[in-house]
């Protein structure tokens, strides 16, 4: 079967199981599998696919019509304009995110800093700000030991294993060092309201990087606490938080003490990220 055909056969599954994007889930399930882009399929439309190439690709194409997100199938998603391996251990990086890595970038740019990730998953914020800030180094901590071994391999990926690294650390028995900068991307979904997240979060991402507790604000609490003891004098505390939880997180702060420098929305006009800084560290 040509590539065309294959692609063909591959969309009209995924749209029969409410893909929405099921011709490009199928493109990018293809162009990985095959190691191209996706222009190559369009342009070599014609080209015959390996029968093994086509067995993996209909695998594929049977765990994403489970609704299994692209990123866990691939084995990568691309964060900061890179690529990063990413597993069910981790949670999936969103754009929004990003958001976070621009005014972080901006504000200690040509600085060099010492950073604290809390949480850090598949590693991405810490890397990402590290790829940008060349003189810096950062710690990145979580309670997941898969997730940490996902992490060390995206440093070595991207050659960053001599500035970075990743500990299986619990935040409450944290206490080495102190920080230029904090940051921090915690569970913040209320844990009533994971039953209403789409089927490919609720059945392939981990809970424990989404529960924030009753009132979603469990893990933030403890960052903004913690981070009291761990932060440098002037040092930034660069947080994301969920949708209708800026007013709640923005009190907490300023009862602990912080002056919020900026805070970033994402593109429905939630606010998405708060930056603040500690007015009075002991």
Not at 10 to 39: P, Q, T
Not at 102 to 109: G, P
Not at 145 to 153: D, E, L, N, T, V
Not at 157 to 164: D, P, Q
Request: proline share 2%; glycine share 4%.
């Amino acid at each position: 079967m040509n590539l065309e055909n294959v692609i063909k056969k591959g969309s009209e599954i995924l749209k029969k199981n409410n893909i929405n994007s099921y011709v490009l889930d199928a493109e990018i399930l293809l162009s990985n599998l095959m190691g191209v882009k996706k222009e190559y399929l369009i342009i070599n439309n014609k080209e015959i696919v390996k029968k093994k190439i086509e067995e993996k690709f209909d695998t594929a194409i049977r765990r994403r019509a489970n609704k299994e997100p692209i990123a866990y199938i691939t084995g990568k998603k691309e964060f900061w304009s890179k690529d990063f391996i990413v597993s069910n251990a981790t949670l999936v990086p969103r754009p929004e995110t990003e958001l976070l890595i621009y005014k972080i970038v901006s504000f200690f740019k040509n600085r060099k800093i010492n950073i604290l990730d809390i949480g850090t998953g598949s590693g991405c914020i810490l890397l990402s700000i590290l790829k940008e800030l060349k003189e810096s180094r950062g710690i990145g901590i979580d309670i997941s030991s898969k997730a940490i071994k996902i992490a060390r391999k995206n440093s070595l990926n991207h050659n960053l294993n001599h500035r970075s690294k990743f500990k299986v650390q619990d935040l409450n028995k944290f206490i080495y060092g102190k920080f230029d900068l904090i940051v921090s991307n915690p569970p913040y979904i209320l844990s009533n309201e994971i039953k209403k997240l789409s089927k490919d979060i609720i059945n392939y991402e981990p809970k424990i990087a989404l529960d924030g507790g009753p009132d979603g604000l469990d893990l933030i609490k403890k960052v903004i606490y913690k981070s009291n003891y761990l932060l440098k004098r002037n040092g930034l505390l660069a947080l994301e938080i969920g949708n209708n939880q800026y007013r709640k997180v923005s009190n907490i702060l300023k009862l602990c003490k912080y002056r919020e420098i900026s805070k970033e929305y994402d593109h429905k006009s939630n606010v998405r990220c708060i930056i603040s800084t500690k007015m009075d560290i002991n």
